[in-house]
């Protein structure tokens, strides 16, 4: 018990990432839970904001997590292990969401409707809640470009592999996910700075 | 019109994604273009509008549920399941019966009758 202890303490401070999936590839919990707590509050919250989904997310990220221990021992060090363990997430980010608006499309939209309606966006939670809602409308490349980007800090190269894109691409991507937000979110605050003056 | 020629360039040029030549060619245009200094400008209140979006926290149970899961799945693969099964009526078909076995009390079903199958196979399983 101590002795895994032990080891969980090496993996958390010395080991690099390939280190670490190699050991999960090999089986061995320890690494393997290192793993999860170093990536676990990252990919939980790309999924939640990339969904927009917070009960759905939780098992997005514990199928990823799956998937990672299943697939470690072919992981090729070709590129960061985080950068894999994101595209896993998108992936499987991407299914559910086609999946929901293939067959739920109506319920989706009357789920986020009730929390953008009312009067005063005023405090920062209703900014912030505002703000999801209109990354939920970017088409879903734009926005995983855009979370990828923004929160995770992801290199336009990385991006690209994570979505399967070329570097121009992700560079359009990104440029046209912030214009649309831009539209969205600042062009609304100035009419209403207008309209207030 | 200058403007639309840097278009998706002056994202690239915040993220610092532009490499020597351009780069430069995109700061002198900025130094000169209010336009696209505000634009810029608004590209990164969009960034941090985006930083303010809200987070989730996981449950206490996060990992565990993953391990529990991983070993659900080891349990019910679908090849070892069949393999163990074919084990089973193999040793049946061939007669074998194993001395010892915790299911001795049934070893005088007939060969190959239904009740000696039945509990072979469970045998296994266990």
């Given at each position: 018990m101590s002795d895994s202890a032990a080891r969980g303490n090496t993996f958390e401070k010395t080991e690099s990432e390939y280190e670490l999936i190699k050991a999960v590839g090999a089986g061995d919990i320890v690494a393997f839970e290192m793993l999860i707590k170093r990536y676990r509050d990252p990919v939980l919250n790309f999924i939640f904001r990339y969904t927009g989904d917070r009960f759905g997310a939780e098992d997005i990220a514990q199928e990823v997590f799956l998937k990672v221990y299943l697939a470690a021992s072919g992981?090729?060090?070709?590129?960061k292990v985080s950068t894999w363990i994101f595209k896993i997430a998108y992936n499987l980010s991407m299914n559910e969401v086609l999946r929901r608006s293939r067959f739920d499309r109506a319920s989706a939209s009357d789920e986020l409707g009730p929390e953008l309606?009312?009067?005063?966006?005023?405090?920062l939670k209703e900014l912030a809640q505002e703000v999801m809602d209109s990354v939920g409308r970017l088409p879903e490349k734009q926005r995983a470009a855009l979370l990828l980007r923004?929160?995770?800090?992801?290199s336009y190269a990385e991006i690209g592999n994570v979505l399967s894109t070329s570097i121009a691409g992700v560079e359009s991507l990104l440029f046209r996910a912030r214009e649309n937000l831009r539209k969205m979110l600042i062009g609304k605050s100035k009419g209403m700075n207008s309209g207030k003056g | 019109m200058e403007k639309d020629r840097f278009g998706s360039k002056l994202t690239a040029y915040r993220d610092g994604e532009l490499d020597g030549g351009l780069r430069e060619e995109v700061s002198a245009h900025l130094r000169n273009c209010t336009t696209c200094r505000e634009e810029l400008a608004e590209f990164e209140a969009v960034d941090s509008l985006v930083r303010m979006m809200p987070k989730i926290d996981a449950t206490e149970s996060f990992a565990l549920e993953i391990i529990a899961g991983l070993s659900r799945q080891k349990r019910n693969r679908p090849l070892e399941r069949f393999l163990r099964l074919a084990g089973s009526f193999f040793e049946l078909a061939a007669g074998h019966k194993d001395e010892g076995?915790?299911?001795?009390?049934?070893?005088?079903?007939?060969?190959?009758?239904m009740s000696y199958a039945y509990f072979r196979v469970i045998g296994q399983l266990r």
């Open positions: 992981f090729k060090p070709r590129g309606q009312g009067p005063g966006d005023t405090g923004v929160d995770e800090d992801l | 076995d915790a299911l001795d009390e049934f070893s005088d079903f007939p060969p190959l009758s």
